[in-house]
């Protein structure tokens, strides 16, 4: 799957990305609205992963939605 398919369809994507980082907030989510930097940055500063471990992270979980 692709990120802009993720991206127009955010809100039906919001309860597994809260299944997967559940300390992101339901505001996170509403401020990320979709956007893959914002969602990285949000895990980052949640979870004080670095960048690599983040964008793999978000590349393992895009594979498997």
Known sequence: ???DRI???WKQFTGQVKEKWG???DDDLTAINGRR???EGKIQ???GYNKD???K???DWLGRV
């Open 1 to 3: 799957m692709n990120w």
């Open 7 to 9: 991206e127009g369809n």
């Open 23 to 25: 300390q992101l907030t």
């Open 37 to 39: 930097e914002q969602l």
């Open 45 to 47: 500063e949640r979870y």
């Open 53 to 55: 471990q983040v964008k």
């Open 57 to 59: 992270e978000v590349d």
